[in-house]
């Protein structure tokens, strides 16, 4: 059990599907050998299949505490991006007479496959985005399921790492983890994942894909602190709900629910007692908590529209920016990276190096890590 317990919250009222924190987290994390199907960061559209293909009905997490069956997602079931035949075109010495078109073949689902398809009919169809990183969850089941140790919490944040040296590529994490947020990488032969920008972390600066939202969506911070977001929208109001309560994991990731629009009924008039999007479609996502969370929301919206003041509002609408981060708020530029390749990994705790042990560039535990070392965060 670590000592603290860093958090997120993602309000979905505000999400509009841009993929700015996708491409953030692909920028700074994912562009080594092995990792370029990876998105850390996913964003997919509910009602849908999402990334892997099905994962919400793919088991693993635990029920009454019994951990439970789960399935091993495959590289299609995260899909492929097509290949095209650049090097033909630009460096082929063909001239104007080679085109681009795709070569090798057709994917059969992506990361991002199934966007903006949603549910229900005209004119009462209805979607809403939900963007997802590694839950970082208090009862990790990839952490119970590795039998090398190779995946822990960190013990001053919570964050869940992989010491890449440990791990043999076994894959039980993966088949594991309810939400399939663990990716294997092909050709190192270790299991990858979301490690919550721990580097920036450290260094007061909040998460890429936090950081880049042009929709400042993304709130940060220790679950115990009183005055910073999280306690404030998970605790005291009440209006962020976890992802799949039912899993049993204890995750680390909350979200603010989409509001329901009302439905139009047959005459083309607004029936307000039946929401858009099925209230049973909601409760299996968040569970029954959601319900108060709507309730909360829509009383505090109601009273600032009738003058009122409301700080669950005033946190939601994120006048300042900086509020989002419960002080992670440095500018990324301003800050070097000094730390070598050891204090990627907790102090003396499975690092190698430390203990002596000679490694190749290859066999170094985060050694995906060392370009960090060498520009800034």
Known sequence: MSQRQLAMVMDLNKCIGCQTCSIACKQLWTREDGMDYMWWNTVNTQPGKGTPKGWENSGGGFRNGQAQDGKLPVRRDFGDAWEFNHEDVFTGGHGTQEHLRPKGDTPQWGPNWDEDQGAGEYPNAYSFYLPRICNHCTHAAC?????????EKREQDGIVVVNEDRCRGYRFCMTACPYKKIYFNHVKKV??????????????????CARQCPGRLRFVGYRDDQDGPIWKLVEKWK??????????????????????????????NIDFSKPRIPMDYLISLFGPAVVDALDVLHTEMKKVKQGGQSELIDILVAYEWKNNFGGFDRDPATVEQPFALGDC???????????????TDHEKPVHFFDRLVRRKV
């Open 143 to 151: 952490i119970a399921a590795c039998p090398r140790g190779a995946i």
């Open 191 to 208: 299991v990858q994942k979301c490690i919550f920008c721990f580097p920036r972390i450290e260094k007061g600066v909040a998460p890429a």
């Open 239 to 268: 209006a962020a709900v976890p992802l799949h309560p039912e899993f049993e994991t204890g995750p680390n990731v909350f979200y603010v629910p989409p509001l329901n629009p009302a439905r139009i009924d047959e005459n083309g």
């Open 345 to 359: 990994v907790d102090e003396g705790k499975h690092d190698p190096l430390a203990a002596g042990d000679p490694l």
